[in-house]
C-alpha cells in the first residue's frame, strides 16, 4: 500500500511588518532665538521711546521759536529771524542725531511696510533741517541788504547788489518748495502721536502767512532783476505822501522823485514839485466824484484816491508820462514807490544819524518826526 503524506500547505502572504527606527534626532530648542528677538524688540521699544522723549522736547522749542518767525518775516525783522532760526537748527539737528543713534530711520523704514505714515517721519525731519539751511542764509542776505543796499546802488556797485538779490530770490524759491513738502509730510504723520498734532496745528497756523510772504517776495525780487538788469536807463517813480492831508493809499502827493537806474546803479535822482508837472498837463479829466469838491481837473497830485495801491500808481505815472514835462522825452516809469514820514524814520534807523551842518541838525530816528 503506496501512502502519499498529505501535502504541507505554504502560508498566505501578508504585508510586511517593519518596525519604526528609533528616532535618534535632538530636538531644536527655539525659546534662546524667542529670547534674542524678543530683547531686540525690546531695545527698539525702549530706543523709540526715548526718541519720542526727546522728540517731545525737541517739538515744544521748535513750536515757540516758529510762533516768533511769523512777525519776524512779516516786519523783515532779521534779527529776530537769525536768532529763532538758530535755535529751530539747533533743535532739529539735536532730533537728527538722537535718529541716528536709536536707529529710528530703520525702524521706521521697518514699520513704514506696515503703516506708511511712518516712513514719512525721517523725511519730515530732513525737510526741516534743510528749510532752516535756506532761512538762514535768507536771512543772512536780507541782513547784508538791508545794511548795503543803498551804498551798493549808489557806489556803482550795481554787479553786487544784482548778484546778491539773485541769490535771495534762488534761496526763497527753493524755501517755498521745500516749505510745501514739509507741510505735506508733516500732514501724513501727524496723527501718529499727539506732539505731532500740535506741532502740526502750530505750523498750518503760521505756514500761510509765511508761505505767502515768500511767494510776494519771490515775485517782488523777480521784477527787481529783471529791472536792474536792464541795459538802458530805467526810471522808477518815488512818490512823497503827506499823511497829514489824506488819502486812500496814504497822504496827498506833495513833491515826487525821478530815480535814473542802469544795470543796478543809481544814476541820477530828481526831486520835483507835483504841480510842476500838473501844470504841463494839457489833458482835461473829470475827477471821481468824491474829488470834485476839491477840483476840477483831474492831475498826477490826486491820482492816489484808490485804496489798491497798484491802481493809484498806475494812475499817478500815467498822468505824469502824459505830462510835456516827460511826454517831449517819452520817458516812462517802470514801478512806483510810496514813502511817507514813517519810512524815513524806518530808513534813518537803519543807515544811521544824518548830518545837516547848515540847519546844525543831525536827523535821527527820534527826532525826525
Known amino acids: 500500500i503506496d501512502v502519499t503524506p498529505p501535502a504541507v500547505q505554504k502560508p498566505k502572504s501578508g504585508p510586511k511588518i517593519i518596525p519604526r527606527p528609533k528616532n535618534t534626532k535632538t530636538k531644536t530648542n527655539f525659546r534662546p532665538i524667542q529670547f534674542a528677538l524678543g530683547f531686540i524688540a525690546l531695545i527698539y521699544l525702549l530706543s523709540l521711546l526715548n526718541f519720542k522723549n526727546n522728540a517731545a522736547a525737541s517739538f515744544h522749542l521748535i513750536r515757540t521759536q516758529i510762533a ?51 516712513e514719512e517721519a525721517p523725511k519730515a525731519l530732513r525737510t526741516a533741517s534743510l528749510i532752516n539751511e535756506k532761512a538762514l542764509s535768507i536771512a543772512k ?27 535771495l530770490s534762488s534761496d ?123 477840483t476840477k481837473n483831474w492831475g498826477a497830485r490826486d491820482a492816489n484816491w484808490f485804496f489798491d495801491f497798484p491802481t493809484s500808481a498806475e494812475k499817478t505815472m500815467e498822468f505824469l508820462e502824459r505830462s510835456n514835462l516827460y511826454k517831449k522825452t517819452d520817458t516812462q516809469f517802470q514801478g512806483a514807490i510810496a514813502i511817507n514820514t514813517g519810512v524815513l524814520k524806518t530808513l534813518i534807523d537803519i543807515i544811521g544819524p544824518v548830518e545837516l551842518p547848515a540847519y546844525q541838525l543831525t536827523l535821527t530816528g527820534e527826532n525826525f518826526l
Open 172 to 294: 526763497l524759491q527753493a524755501a517755498e518748495k521745500l516749505s510745501a513738502n514739509f507741510k505735506n509730510q508733516i500732514s501724513q504723520i501727524k496723527n501718529t502721536s499727539s506732539q505731532l498734532a500740535a506741532f502740526s496745528e502750530v505750523l498750518e497756523k503760521n505756514y500761510i502767512p509765511i508761505s505767502l510772504s515768500l511767494y510776494k517776495g519771490e515775485n517782488f525780487l523777480s521784477g527787481l532783476i529783471n529791472l536792474l538788469k536792464q541795459p538802458s536807463d530805467q526810471h522808477l517813480l518815488l512818490i512823497f505822501q503827506n499823511p497829514s492831508e489824506m488819502r486812500p493809499s496814504g497822504g496827498f502827493i506833495g513833491s515826487y522823485g525821478d530815480l535814473t537806474i542802469n544795470r543796478g546803479n543809481l544814476k541820477n535822482i530828481k526831486v520835483d514839485d507835483i504841480y510842476n508837472a500838473d501844470r504841463q498837463l494839457d489833458l482835461k479829466i473829470i475827477p471821481p466824484k468824491q474829488l470834485q469838491g476839491i
Open 68 to 118: 516768533k518767525l511769523k512777525p519776524a518775516v512779516l516786519n523783515l525783522n532779521t534779527r529776530q529771524i537769525t536768532e529763532s532760526l538758530t535755535e529751530v537748527s539747533k533743535e532739529v539737528k539735536n532730533l537728527e542725531s538722537k535718529a541716528e543713534q536709536y536707529q529710528i530711520n530703520n525702524l521706521s523704514s521697518l514699520l513704514g511696510k506696515i503703516i506708511p505714515a511712518f
Open 141 to 167: 542776505e536780507l541782513d547784508y541788504l538791508k545794511s548795503n543796499a543803498i551804498q551798493l546802488i549808489t557806489k556803482e556797485k550795481g554787479n553786487e547788489l544784482i548778484a546778491s538779490i539773485e541769490k
